[in-house]
């Protein structure tokens, strides 16, 4: 077909979603017009309870009058000092009390006066104290207060600042008696070239980043949303109207479909994200108005016209991913009703994702590949004003990134428009929840995405279960991730050899797969961590210096091979029986073909990434993940990846054993920055070299078949 026909099917498609959107007013007035309402109130609150916050502040922060009692030989004498420092030529000092009021009296008299309530304060001064100022000891002076009637914490600051005013002036009269001028009392005078600062209000200048982090988080949520409904139209809705069969035999592939129905969806969405923005911009606007006066809010115009540019440009990306995202999970749903129920999870999701860009230590380079979050962090980033090239790099990467992962997604939902058993399953298809299906091959896509979403949820919570010793952590966490995978496949009865790859590569020739899956593991470590600290520097968030110094801590005070197992080997296994195996199976099927083999080699990478949660190794797994799937794919057999995943760990080990503590710390962090030039040059040499030997190692292909539907 040529590309204008193509186009002309592309187009075709997407008037037509985008007509039956429209058509829907309801569904148009939640996604669309709601937000518009939805703004202002939420806005209003927050500022109401702004302004209250700090009203509140400001009251607990005003000068409050002060009354203090004086007892002892010299409290006459101390009553004339505390007059003279409140006279003094500086002024009165910082937190001085609205009012101040001395009485001299005895100590029975002085401690009733507290316990009453009329004086603050109690101070008395034995014999010898004023004559003391004057000399070069220090008094030690000590304030009482109430046990009956606490002071509260400003009076207790206008203590301070009353008794640091006598003594201010007690040095000053040590200077004069020294013969000495006053200069000597203040060495360094200090003033600010222009003038005071404008805007002496409060500020939040460092705080409006993070406080608008949740207004992005809201705006990043209602795109994905803007998404939702057309995409459960797409296809559920095309069952439930029974027109996608009339849709599957048009002059068009299912790519092309897919395409069309992406278009529309995305755009849904972009209108949504533009009709969000202008309601936050008109908000925040009449926003302004209830900021109490002399408030700064530490961002300038310029800055702020940049920060919604970058944000809209980047929120681009994110909306496609999003309808991406909606279109492939709601590829098999065969109702409008199971479609929503599918997607209430992916929500969940994108707020989790978003959500996470506000944790501090995020953002950064490796961060703005992870989808939703790159995107809020970027535009916080912004705000906070961030250096231009550096936000330019990131926007760059974030839309690669985006459009990466729409690329796949759409490739899935492809898939699964061309799979007959996914599409059409009916009614009848839905049994008992007890009864077992028959045995089958591989697992179904479905079922793929089921236990990755259950061994993600399982492995979450036993991160925040684990105990800190290694030892324990890594075997929890590994059978959180396998366990859900053991239960579904015997529940499911498919074929082990089949699904998990359990045969030996190349027949005679397994030796070379083998030694090439190591070849490749060992120098990929090193190269992708030389090419991550070109890109992002030297820089670790607290939890991978941690995580790092952790896994250095076990490799030093353990038996080594107790450090290898836990580290290299345990995870090899159960994490490629996972991944290569469970997973990388139900995405391809049986001889996928090529488009579909380069897709979710790259899907399978990017959910393997995802699992390793910290950002900074994202790029090391995600390097990793799509070299393990190729080999898998290409030999048909699981030892070649298992090999490359042990050497692959094996390689910090190794070196961190042996390097100093600060450079093991970044080498278990997959940081290169203490390696040799000739070590990464024999790492990219010995991974060609491993590429090679896999190659040579490939197994026949079959001609594969060509998709069920839609196919000309």
């Not at 005071?196 to 209602?222: F, H, N, R």
């Not at 491993?690 to 190659?695: D, P, Q, V, Y």
């Amino acid at each position: 077909m040529s590309d204008r026909r193509r186009w002309r099917a592309i187009r075709t498609v997407m008037h037509r979603d985008l007509l039956e959107f429209v058509r829907d007013q309801r569904t148009l007035f939640v996604t669309l017009l709601m937000p518009m309402a939805m703004y202002p109130v939420l806005a209003l609150a927050s500022t109401l309870g702004l302004r209250t916050a700090l009203s509140d502040l400001e009251a607990r922060q005003a000068p409050r009058p002060l009354a203090v009692a004086l007892s002892g030989p010299d409290a006459t004498a101390f009553a004339k000092r505390i007059e003279t420092a409140a006279r003094g030529e500086d002024g009165k000092p910082d937190n001085w009390p609205s009012g101040l009021s001395v009485k001299v009296c005895d100590p029975i008299a002085a401690q009733m006066l507290i316990d009453e309530g009329e004086m603050h304060a109690w101070l008395h001064l034995p014999a010898g104290t004023v004559a003391a100022l004057d000399g070069r000891e220090t008094v030690p002076l000590e304030a009482r207060t109430s046990a009956v009637q606490p002071v509260d914490a400003r009076r207790q600051e206008h203590i301070v600042a009353v008794v640091q005013a006598v003594a201010r002036d007690a040095r000053r009269r040590r200077i004069a008696a020294e013969g000495l001028p006053a200069s000597v009392f203040e060495p360094v005078s200090l003033t600010f070239a222009g003038g005071p600062k404008a805007g002496g209000g409060a500020s939040m200048d460092g705080v409006l980043p993070t406080a608008a982090g949740g207004v992005l988080v809201l705006l990043a949520l209602l795109t994905a949303t803007g998404a939702f409904y057309p995409a459960i139209d797409a296809i559920a809705g095309e069952k439930e109207r029974g027109t996608i069969e009339t849709l599957l035999i048009a002059p068009a592939s299912t790519g092309d479909i897919v395409a069309g129905k992406f278009l529309a969806i995305w755009a849904v969405a972009i209108v949504t994200l533009l009709v969000n923005a202008l309601s936050i911009a008109a908000t925040a606007a009449v926003l302004v108005r209830f900021i109490p006066a002399g408030f700064n809010l530490g961002v300038d115009a310029p800055r702020a016209a940049t920060a919604a540019g970058i944000t809209l440009v980047a929120f681009l990306g994110l909306a496609a991913v999003a309808a991406a995202v909606c279109l492939a999970v709601t590829s098999g749903s065969r109702s409008g009703k199971e479609a929503q129920n599918t997607l209430t999870p992916v929500i969940l999701l994108v707020s989790g994702l978003s959500a996470s860009a506000l944790l501090p230590g995020t953002g950064g380079t490796p961060f703005a590949v992870v989808p939703f979050a790159g995107q809020v962090a970027l535009a916080r980033d912004a705000l906070a004003g961030v250096a231009g090239g550096t936000l330019a790099a990131h926007l760059t990467i974030s839309l690669a990134a985006s459009a990466v992962v729409t690329w796949l997604l759409l490739r899935a939902a492809a898939t699964a428009i061309a799979d007959e058993e996914l599409l059409f399953r009916g009614p009848d298809s839905v049994g008992s929840p007890f009864a077992r299906p028959a045995p089958r091959r591989r697992p179904t896509a479905m079922q793929g995405f089921a236990v990755a979403l259950i061994a993600f949820a399982s492995l979450w919570y036993a991160q925040g279960l684990a105990v800190e010793d290694l030892v324990l952590a890594v075997p929890s966490q590994q059978a959180a991730l396998i366990l859900p995978l053991v239960a579904v496949r015997l529940w499911q009865r498919v074929d082990r050899r089949e699904t998990f790859g359990l045969r030996l590569p190349a027949g005679s020739r397994w030796p070379l797969a083998a030694g090439g899956g190591l070849l490749v593991g060992a120098g990929l470590f090193v190269v992708v961590a030389a090419a991550t600290l070109a890109l992002r520097g030297t820089h670790l968030s607290a939890a991978a210096r941690e995580l790092a110094q952790r896994i250095l801590d076990l490799l030093l005070s353990r038996p080594w091979w107790l450090g290898w197992l836990l580290i290299a080997v345990v995870p090899a296994i159960c994490e490629e029986l996972f991944f290569r195996g469970w997973l990388l199976a139900a995405a391809a099927g049986d001889a996928p073909e090529r488009r579909r083999a380069v897709a979710v080699v790259f899907l399978q990478a990017a959910v393997f990434a995802a699992f390793h949660l910290l950002p900074e190794r994202m790029p090391q797994t995600f390097a990793l993940g799509v070299a393990l799937g190729w080999m898998t794919l290409a030999t048909g057999s699981l030892l070649p990846a298992i090999l490359a995943h042990l050497a692959h760990n094996s390689v910090p080990l190794v070196l961190a054993r042996y390097a100093a503590e600060g450079h093991g710390k970044r080498l278990v962090a997959g940081d290169a920055s203490n390696l040799s030039g000739w070590l990464v040059v024999a790492a990219a040499a010995a991974t060609l070299v491993g590429l090679c030997l896999l190659a040579a190692c490939r197994r026949p292909t079959a001609p594969s078949a060509p998709d069920a539907v839609g196919r000309h």
